[in-house]
């Protein structure tokens, strides 16, 4: 059985922590599993009159397909003032256009959170606020495992590889356990 996750970085950011966490799990993905990156840096700002004129837009539908044709996701969550990074979220509020494409995007799927920042407590404050807006979408949220990545400027190198063996280690462990959290849905 072959298991494709897709990974969402919330960071903009061309030398985002939360990418290069994200590329590093591609890496560290168990066998028979793997990592497809998919960006939101083109999705526009939503907007229900935009919506409305001109439909979808095509970065949007591209992203469901690839959610759509996963087995989960995974979300890089950057904190931001204490809570979800606005890029990120305006891609779910995209996501869940129109709201009866949310039970075939979303509905019982598996998902993930992780999250890379140059502060010191990690992203435990962005995980949580993730959590109503996950119940809303009625993803399959997987909480047996946390994986926060505090001080993430001395976590990687300059090739973005994680230099730090803790962090790669419990990273390749959540993987490992988010995969089968997936297989036994």
Known sequence: MSIT???????LRRDSYNTKLLKAAQKLMPDGASLEL??????????AD????????????????SIIGSDGFLIATPEYNNS??????????????????????FGGRPAAIVGATPGNFGTILAQDAWLPVM???????????????PRAAALFDEQGQ?????????????????VEFIKGS
């Open 5 to 11: 996750v897709v990974g969402i970085s919330g960071s």
């Open 135 to 149: 119940r809303t979408l009625g993803v399959k949220l997987w909480t047996g495992g946390r994986l926060m990545a």
């Open 50 to 65: 935009n919506e409305q004129a001109d439909g979808i837009p095509k970065a949007v539908e591209e992203l469901k397909k």
């Open 162 to 178: 994680i230099v730090d063996e803790s962090v790669s280690r419990r990273l390749e462990s959540y993987l490992a356990a988010f």
């Open 84 to 105: 979800i990074p606005g890029v990120t979220k305006n891609a779910m509020d995209w996501l869940s256009r129109p709201p009866e494409d949310i039970k075939q995007v």
């Open 38 to 47: 998919c960006s939101i840096a083109d999705i526009p700002l939503y907007n």
